[in-house]
């Protein structure tokens, strides 16, 4: 059974940083890419960053691009999501995501003063 959970959620005034954590289990963690996406109210889900199986291949949305790391530590089957330098516009409803199909119940960032 697959299972991502999302952490480190919460809020956070402009300019300020948050570390997101998901933890994975029921399959191979280290053979699979893993992204972060968000989802604003009234808005689309959108893709925030992506990491490869092995870490050495980073994208970014260029809305976080400069300001959001994505990485990842297989030997504990976890990814995260660095933001740094948040603005009120980053508040959403944050998702990880394994590219199989399967997502976490996410966790909530709320950027303001």
């Known amino acids: 059974q697959v299972v991502l959970v999302e952490s480190g959620g919460g809020w956070v005034q402009p300019g300020g940083s948050l570390r997101l954590s998901c933890a994975a289990s029921g399959f191979t963690f280290s053979s699979y890419a893993m992204s972060w996406y968000r989802q604003a109210p009234g808005k689309e889900r959108e893709l925030v960053a992506g990491?490869?199986?092995?870490?050495?291949?980073?994208s970014y949305a260029d809305s976080v691009k400069g300001r959001f790391t994505i990485s990842r530590d297989n030997a504990k089957n976890t990814v995260y999501l660095q933001m740094n330098s948040l603005k009120p516009e980053d508040t959403a409803v944050y998702y990880c995501?394994?590219?199989?199909?399967?997502w976490g119940q996410g966790t909530q960032v709320t950027v303001s003063s």
């Open positions: 990491i490869s199986s092995g870490g050495g291949s980073r």
């Open positions: 995501h394994v590219n199989f199909g399967y």
